[in-house]
Structures are given as C-alpha cells and as structure tokens.
C-alpha cells in the first residue's frame, strides 16, 4: 500500500477540506509586510473584552486540571440569561464542535442532511465524514431580493423519509444573506417531527432590526429545533473555541454522548463565563459593525461594486476576477476572503473591522 491515507473510508476520501482564511503570519512570511489587516474570517476587530482577557490570565494557573467537564458554571449562566434549562445546553469546542457532534449523532449511511447552496462550509464536511448523503438545493437566484441566499421552498421539497437534519444558517456565512423571521417559523412548523432543524445563530448578534429570528424563542414550540450559538464572533473569542447548543433536553443528551469528555478548555470556559457579564463591550462591538455594514456597503456601491445584503459582521461583494483583486488587496497588506471554494469564484467576502481598517479596505480597493 503505497498511500496508508487512501484506507480511510470513502466517505472521508472524498471530502474536500474546509479552506481557512490567510492567516496574518502566513502573509507576513510571504511579503515581509509589517502592517497586515486580516478581514477574513469575520472576527471581532475588537477582540475579547477586558473582563474576559482578565479571566483568562487568571485561569491559565489553572490549565495543568482538566476542565470542568460539565462546564457547569458557563452553562448555569447561559441558562440564566437564554431562559432555558441547563439540561437544554451543550457546549463545544466552537459551535462548530457542536455541527459535528449533531451529525455524529443523527446521521449515517442510508441517511440525509438538506442544506442550501452556497451555505456555510462545515455542514458538507459534518454531513458526508458520517457516511450521509448530503443534498444541496439551488440557491435563490442572484437577481432574486435575497441574492444567493436559502430558498426555504427548495428546502422543504427536498425533505424525504430518509432526511433527519436540515441545516439553515440565517444569516448564512459566506453570502450574509438571511430568510424573514416568519418564512423560517412557517418551514419549521411544516417540517415533519422526523427531521431536526439545525438552526445556526453564530451572527445572532449582529442581526437586530432585520426582522430574523431569535431561534432560542421557538424552542418550546418546536422540539425538533437545535439552535447553534458562538462566542467567536460579537464575543471576540474566536481563538479560545467556545460555541453552545439549544435543543430539547433529549437532544442534548445524545449530544452529550458523542461529545468529548473535556471539549473545552479551562481558559475557554473562563473566557466564555466573563465575557457574559461585559455587556457593554459586547453591544459597541456590535454597534460599530452595524454601522460600518452600511457605510461600507454604500461606499463599495458608489464605487461600482455589487453587494449582497448582509445581517452579519461581513460583505460579500461581487467582483468579477476575484482572485486577482484578493492578490491586489494581498499586496496591500489586506487579507479578504476568496469563496471560490463554495463555487462562488466572482465574489470575495470581506470581514467588517474596526472604522480605520475598513477605510484602509475601501482606500485599496477604490485605487
Ligand atoms: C455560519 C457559521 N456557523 C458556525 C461557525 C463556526 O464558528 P465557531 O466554530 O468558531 O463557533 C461559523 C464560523 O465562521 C459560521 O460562519
């Protein structure tokens, strides 16, 4: 056997990797450049807030225990501020983490999982690595109000007897893209109690005004709903991995079968906990992203440049030769992010930062 790789399963052969943003060293290495703005893997430009950072110095004495398992002290005050049980919470390593262990446990051979085109790229990876078939319906058309964004129709008529997940990412990553709030309790309310809905939150902050939903509501109405949260965005802990499911409390169990006994870390935890109490960091984060969305969009738009509607901390503008524009950017010691992975090879999709970086972005790309 001259390749020992090629004896994993086929439905591992056969997946394509997860492509991650440039990071910044990686570009420092390449260019030598000193002054480098990573706007591509929808970050808080902001980074953790004080309260958090202080705990996570504290807890790093900590770090030769194993972590509190049950991340017991995290969950009792997501319960707290969500309104829901702590049996209803599982924590992961990221939500990804979580994307993963919901397929582990609800998907197999012989089994389905519907996901749009276009939508976020760990549900393919999640899906197929089980031995699941995924099945993508087209996405709206880009001419369409929502360009690119989850045609729930489609959804709903792709759902078989074989389905058990459908995952919906609203907004969606990379697109930004998002269904109202009625459309999604409407798909939900028709969809049969044999499949789970996994309903991905991790821009749920950033969405206010926008008419989407707050997932966490309908819980008690729909068992069959699991809503996926992220402390790696608004919350700006992207590095230290901590994301959280809402479901049923029977969900949740099976969650906790597959889960890892210790998927997150002792400095993640305290991050987490703190992090929840600094409300004040949280909501000019967000403030400062939500405005910039409009300023950067109206700026792109005067320039030319299409921009799809976004509810998150990110653009996704459409470029033509994307490629040689994120090389352009790359030269300037900018990094965006290209999406010709999800086959969306004319657009690039570009992380909101801070007001001076994004007038850094707009300066370059309207040279
Ligand atoms: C839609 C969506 N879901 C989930 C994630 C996973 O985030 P994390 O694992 O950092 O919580 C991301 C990250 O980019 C995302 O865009």
Known sequence: MKNPGDLALDCVRTLAPYVPGKPIEELQRELGLEDIIKLASNENPFGAS??????????VADTWLYPDGSGHVLKQKL???????????TLGNGSNDLLVMLAEAFLGPGLEAVYSQYAFAVYPIAVQATGAKGVVTPALAPDSPMPLGHDLNAMAR??????????????????????????LHAFIAATPAHVLIALDEAYFEYTEGLGLQDGINWLREFPNLVVFRTFSKAYGLAGVRVGYAVSHPSVAGMLNRVRQ???????????????????????????????ERARVTARLEKAGTRVLPSAGNFLMV???????????????????RPVGNYGLPEHLRVTLGTVDQNDRFLKAWEA
């Not at 000019?284 to 405005?291: D, G, I, N, Q």
């Open 50 to 59: 004080k309260g958090a950072l202080a705990a996570m110095q504290r807890a």
């Open 158 to 183: 792709a759902i078989t007897p074989r389905t058990r997940v459908v995952f919906i990412a609203n907004p969606n990553n990379p697109t930004g893209t998002w269904v109202p709030a009625a459309d």
């Open 79 to 89: 319960a707290a501020k969500l309104g829901v049980d702590s049996t209803q919470i």
């Open 261 to 291: 006994a210790f998927n997150v870390s002792v400095i993640g935890l305290a991050g987490a906990s703190a992090a929840l109490d600094d409300t004040h960091h949280l909501a000019s984060a967000v403030k400062v992203a939500v405005t």
């Open 318 to 336: 459409h470029v033509g030769e994307a490629q040689k524009r994120f090389e352009a950017l790359l030269r300037r010691g900018i990094i965006v």
